[in-house]
């Protein structure tokens, strides 16, 4: 197989991930979680069932296939820190850089939109906070010190789904834009520069 050829493959497997994942989220806005099936996601996607479960591997990772692919850089941005730099200080910047997709109005309709799915669905509760478990280990198991490493994993994963949360009731009281951008910079280097006095020399790469 030549390179093109692979590339456009890739590109193409991209692309029906993405169609499935915005048909999916159209109808889980449109209907709630609950009431739609992954046969109705995959007739809205033009796809078949089984090829929307090579890509998502349950409904609830179809609707939270964005916030995975965020935790996912977080963590690379502390594997790939640079040297001198510090877990604390790679994690803070990648968030901030995550702020700038806030400055989009429509950004902010569909937090509304997502949040009010996620209040009215049990299921969705349980898989948020289990990801957000697996991805605090994962990022447990970048630092050193053993339950050091583990206390300074929860408190950066509590301080970015804090500001998930405060963002989310920015957006719900009809914060938009630059806005909303803004205040969530404001209370990110806020908290941040609280856990600078715990753990801003903790982790620094050689």
């Known amino acids: 197989m030549s390179v093109a050829t692979a590339g456009l493959r890739e590109r193409k497997k991209q692309q029906t991930r993405q169609d499935i994942f915005d048909a999916s989220q159209r109808l889980f806005a449109r209907h709630g979680f609950e009431k739609v099936t992954v046969a109705a996601i995959a007739r809205a996607a033009n796809v078949s069932e ?3 479960f090579n890509h998502f591997a349950t409904k609830e990772d179809l609707f939270y296939g964005g916030m995975q692919d965020f935790e996912e850089q977080l963590i690379e941005a502390v594997r790939t820190r640079r040297r001198g730099q510090t877990a ?19 950004r902010a309709a569909a937090i509304v939109r997502s949040g009010r799915v996620i209040a009215a669905s049990p299921s969705l509760q349980a898989r948020e906070r289990q990801i957000v478990d697996v991805y605090t280990e994962r990022l447990a198991e970048l630092l050193p010190g053993g339950v050091e490493a583990a206390v300074a994993a929860a408190a950066l994963m509590a301080a970015h789904r804090a500001l998930v949360v405060f963002t989310r ?15 969530f910079r404001a209370q990110a280097r806020r908290v941040f520069g609280r856990l600078e006095r715990g753990l801003g020399g903790y982790a620094a790469r050689a």
Request: hydrophobic letters at 45%; charged letters at 20%; proline letters at 5%.
């Open 50 to 52: 089984m090829t929307v």
């Open 88 to 106: 604390l200080d790679a994690f803070r910047y990648r968030v901030l850089e995550g702020a700038s997709t806030l400055d989009s109005p429509e």
């Open 169 to 183: 009731l920015q957006a719900a009281a009809g914060e938009r834009g630059p806005a909303l951008a803004g205040a």
